[in-house]
């Protein structure tokens, strides 16, 4: 009995820091949600010797990507206004390279897209994408060549990224370690001025 009621008077003497702990491992967890970005394009080229495609308004851009994540939520591309673009749209289509499957089909205003920036497209999660070779057809709807979009382009890639929803176990730690320290820190602060 007196060994039952030990442990609940330690119980309550660190009842603040489980609570505490508790609530960092929460925050640690939903910090830890990013956008893992996988690049299809060489980054070690110089940026001056980006091209862009110009407005493609009679044709579809292909894409082939291979794709390192188990699954896929979007795409990023650089791209570029033109003229007025207003009442233009993108739209993406995600195929299986081999057996020409419609995995996925998106369309976005280009009023969303900021200025010679990564434009993004995200959409609804594609699962089993590890190690499979993706081709991603861009083409604008409502564009002529004197209002669109170019996308950039480098040696004939354009220049982009796939995005991966996941957690991150790296950030997490960090996270719960630093939310943690500074925990113990300001409890050792609070008992050094009490």
Request: hydrophobic fraction near 35%.
């Amino acid at each position: 009995m007196e060994i039952q009621g030990k442990y609940v008077k330690n119980m309550r003497k660190y009842k603040g820091t489980i609570i505490v702990v508790i609530v960092c491992v929460i925050f640690a967890y939903l910090y830890a949600h990013i956008d893992k970005k996988e690049y299809f394009y060489n980054r070690t080229v110089d940026v001056g010797k980006y091209i862009n495609t110009g407005v493609i308004c009679e044709k579809k851009l292909t894409q082939d990507v291979y794709s390192t994540e188990k699954s896929l939520d979007g795409i990023q591309v650089k791209t570029q206004n033109v003229g007025d673009c207003t009442n233009i749209k993108i739209k993406v289509t995600i195929l299986d390279k081999k057996t020409k499957q419609n995995l996925r089909q998106k369309e976005i205003s280009v009023s969303d897209f900021e200025n010679d920036k990564f434009a993004t497209i995200k959409f609804k999660k594609i699962t089993n994408c590890k190690n499979r070779m993706l081709q991603l057809l861009i083409e604008e709807i409502g564009a002529d060549y004197g209002n669109g979009v170019t996308f950039y382009q480098e040696n004939g890639n354009l220049i982009g990224r796939l995005i991966s929803r996941k957690i991150d176990m790296e950030t997490m730690i960090v996270s719960f370690s630093l939310c943690l320290y500074l925990y113990l820190f300001f409890k050792w602060l609070y008992g050094m001025f009490k």
